[in-house]
């Protein structure tokens, strides 16, 4: 068989290898691609958050595992794989006792914690930060577990998703990978996912079809190295600029006598760099949409099961607009909340009896009612911000990917098998209690 | 007519469907003779899908056997023919009722909790655990101090009147643990003690000192903080607390945050009542050391400034200056023991910050 004509640019595409190929029933079916399509309607998704929002406020955040699974019984139905939708069938009491049990599990681990950092604190102060490394492991263990719930509550056609392997080989692979990157400024970012989604894919089944991922680390490094070098540039300049006026304003409050001549010179330079490197700051977005859209592009075109492949050609401008539209809605939010923040201080202050508002912060002598509003403004604020993070960075790019992908040789999904079982919610508690925003 | 789609469940296989409806549900393949499938009407439930198609499931068929009509006529048979369309096991959403009552009995239970059931749980655990185990929490929380204030004052002259004064306060205390001063430089007036029995001073505090006699004041108002061990119970219940609400409550809507704010409020009540009982045994020791209570107030005074109109406010965690003063001076005698530094090592001490 002569490798097929590509049918994306090749640059944000990966092929099903020729053993795909090979596998297909016939020659027609191995080039045969099918849609995946997303039919949820925008608006439908902004009142499901909207609403769940409120609630969640309402019931003190206890909403939000019935929140979490309506958002993806939401995504799930709506994504159909030739003409198929996907369902969910997780619920929201699966997720409030996976919570409590991994609450019970998690309390004594904490005293454990504490206990050990202590011990470690008096030998040296701050010795204990190596500790968080635990942690870290810890949440890579509940993050595999959670999407092991995740995938045994996932169905297609009748026939679940299901996953092997363990969760502590997981986050020790995740942690030694993890370890590369700051040695590497992040260039090894390529390979640690590689082989991360490797080890989920790999243990990763569709009824008795096992799942694999063929993409390596040295195709998507190929496609974001350069995004990634033009972002630590604006880092680097912006640290360097600080770190060269910091050093400059050293010298300048020296006697005469001392002052380096070339003073001038490098405060000229710092500022053009803090300068350089704040403008740049504005390339970001663009810089992120370039990166995610090529690393989803990447990583479905590496997914398979059994002879069943995936491609996808997202194209950045597809994410660029959400993000500009998340930022500029972030920004209304966050100046309607200074203003009237602003506003309720001042009524604090003029209120105040003597002194103003210093005085009283001084002798912590805030009226009730300052302290309620501005804590309601702030939940109101955080409710606001993750409203927009839900329907921005989740539903809008999902329906994106999901709109830019096919599948190839469909047919090899034709008469799978059931197989699997499900899993209790443990790990997607363990996920919460450990929620880092890692 | 759109198709009838049918999953048995067993495998991925997807069958076009017609459904016969007797008096079950019966699926059949056009074709074939028997029936793919036969459910009874009352067991049908309906599943997620997608909004243009009716999904159903049968709670007498493999769990994952899926139905999937979207022709509006089949669709309002079923809608007819099945009872319990909505009942148990089907995709209905939950009553937002419950789930409220729920939430608000919880988070009642947990309020309770941390504002009776952990401070007294803090009170039996510290009196549990011995003194001996405070020495390394202290120990761990020390060279923080340091980080922050840098080493403590040590002209020798200054130390040595130092630690005259905090025997004499030992002599009549008489705390399990030995009590370990030093003083730290800085320009807020206060002092503090770590579990395991170290009391800091702050140099601001020193320099607005007039005489041993208010200083000592201090110093046996923090060793009652040793005494009662509030160290070590403040942690115990910031600790439990903060495990409790950072657990329960997660951070998703940040109501984390707020509640932090209500957990200080509660812990500035708590720590009130602790402050009384400090100064309850400060007066204990100076009316053993034979010393006068007044001065005390008097330095108390001092720091905080004239009188302010102050309301009561939950934030306060101490007892008002004005109100402590007047404590104070009430249980004043006047000295009977002997001064416990002389003019020299008052000076001493007065310079013990001095390079």
Redesign the interface.
């Known amino acids: 068989v002569k490798a097929p004509k590509p049918v994306f640019d090749e640059s944000f595409t990966i092929f099903p290898d020729p053993e795909t190929i090979m596998s297909a029933s016939s020659i027609s079916d191995a080039f045969l691609l099918t849609p995946v399509t997303f039919t949820g309607r925008n608006s439908a998704f902004r009142r499901l958050v909207t609403r769940g929002a409120l609630l969640e406020l309402i019931t003190f955040g206890f909403y939000r595992f019935w929140l979490t699974t309506d958002i993806r019984r939401y995504l799930w139905s709506r994504t159909e794989i030739d003409g198929d939708a996907l369902e969910y069938i997780g619920r929201g009491k699966e997720l409030l006792f996976g919570f409590l049990i991994a609450t019970a599990v998690l309390a004594p681990t904490f005293l454990v914690y504490f206990v050990i950092g202590l011990e470690v604190e008096r030998y040296k102060s701050f010795a204990s930060v190596p500790l968080y490394a635990l942690l870290f492991a810890f949440s890579q263990f509940a993050a595999y577990r959670a999407r092991r719930y995740r995938l045994t509550r996932t169905v297609w056609r009748g026939v679940r998703f299901w996953m092997t392997g363990s969760g502590w080989s997981y986050a020790w692979r995740s942690m030694a990978w993890g370890s590369l990157l700051p040695a590497t400024l992040g260039f090894a970012y390529p390979w640690r996912t590689a082989a991360l989604e490797r080890y989920k894919l790999s243990h990763t089944r569709y009824g008795n079809l096992p799942g694999s991922f063929k993409a390596t680390g040295w195709q998507l490094f190929k496609r974001v190295w350069w995004v990634w070098l033009l972002w630590l540039v604006p880092l680097l300049l912006l640290a360097g600029g600080v770190a060269a006026i910091a050093i400059s304003n050293g010298v300048a409050t020296r006697p005469p006598a001392f002052r380096a001549p070339k003073a001038p010179g490098a405060v000229v330079a710092a500022g053009g760099a803090i300068l350089i490197g704040s403008l740049m700051l504005v390339a970001l977005p663009f810089l992120h949409a370039i990166r995610r859209a090529r690393e989803w592009a990447w990583w479905a075109g590496g997914i398979r099961f059994g002879g069943v492949a995936v491609a996808c050609s997202l194209s950045p401008g597809r994410l660029i607009g959400i993000y500009w539209k998340l930022i500029g809605l972030g920004i209304l939010v966050f100046l309607g909340y200074t203003a009237i923040a602003a506003g309720l201080t001042a009524v604090l202050h003029y209120r105040a009896p003597s002194g103003g508002l210093p005085a009283m912060l001084m002798q912590g002598q805030i009226p009730i009612w300052g302290l309620a509003s501005h804590a309601v403004m702030y939940l109101v604020l955080l409710v606001a911000l993750g409203l927009l993070a839900r329907i921005y960075i989740l539903q809008r790019v999902w329906r994106r990917v999901i709109e830019a992908c096919v599948v190839i040789n469909i047919g090899g999904a034709a008469e799978v098998a059931a197989a699997g079982d499900t899993v209790s919610g443990f790990g997607e508690g363990l996920a919460d209690g450990l929620d880092f925003g890692l | 007519m759109e198709p009838i789609?049918f999953?048995?469940?067993?495998?991925?296989?997807?069958r076009v469907v017609a459904l016969s409806l007797g008096e079950r549900l019966e699926i059949t393949e056009p074709g074939e003779g028997a029936a793919l499938a036969s459910w009874p009407y009352h067991a049908v439930r309906r599943?997620?899908?997608?909004?243009?198609?009716l999904?159903l499931a049968c709670t007498a068929a493999?769990p994952?056997?899926?139905l999937?009509l979207r022709d509006p006529a089949a669709w309002a048979e079923i809608l007819r023919r099945c009872p319990a369309l909505d009942g148990p096991g089907s995709?209905a959403p939950?009553s937002?009722r419950r789930?409220?009552a729920?939430?608000?009995a919880?988070?009642a239970a947990i309020i309770a909790m941390v504002w009776f059931g952990i401070p007294l749980l803090a009170a039996k655990l510290a009196d549990l655990i011995p003194y001996s185990w405070e020495k390394?929490?202290g120990?761990?929380?020390d060279?923080?101090v340091?980080?922050i204030f840098g080493a403590a004052c040590d002209r020798p002259g200054g130390v040595t009147a130092l630690n005259k004064l905090i025997q004499r306060v030992q002599e009549v205390a008489r705390l399990p643990i030995t009590p370990d001063p030093g003083v730290l430089r800085s320009m807020v007036p206060n002092a503090f003690a770590l579990p395991g029995g170290r009391v800091y001073v702050l140099s601001g505090l020193l320099a607005q000192a007039q005489s041993p006699d208010e200083l000592v004041g201090v110093l046996a108002h923090e060793l009652g903080h040793v005494a009662r061990r509030d160290g070590l119970r403040g942690l115990i219940r910031n600790?439990g607390t903060s495990?409790l609400v950072g657990?329960?409550?997660?951070?998703?809507?940040?109501?984390g945050?707020?509640l932090m704010?209500g957990r200080i409020?509660l812990s500035?009540s708590h720590t009130r009542a602790a402050e009384e009982e400090a100064d309850a045994f400060a007066v204990m020791v100076m009316h053993h050391l034979g010393r006068p209570t007044a001065p005390m107030g008097a330095l108390l005074q001092r720091i905080t400034g004239p009188a302010?109109?102050?309301?009561p406010?939950?934030?306060?965690?101490h007892p008002l200056p004005a109100e402590r003063k007047a404590m104070l001076e009430r249980d004043n005698a006047p000295p009977s023991g002997p001064a416990l530094l002389d003019e020299m090592e008052w000076r001493e001490l007065k310079r013990i910050c001095d390079r």
């Open positions: 789609l999953f048995d469940g067993q495998s991925s296989r997807r599943v997620d899908g997608p909004e243009d198609a999904r493999p994952l056997a899926r999937e995709a939950v937002i789930i409220a729920a939430s608000l919880a988070t390394p929490l120990d761990a929380v060279p923080r340091h980080t600790g495990f657990l329960l409550f997660g951070d998703v809507t940040g109501s945050v707020v704010a409020v500035a302010q109109d102050e309301a406010s939950l934030l306060r965690d």
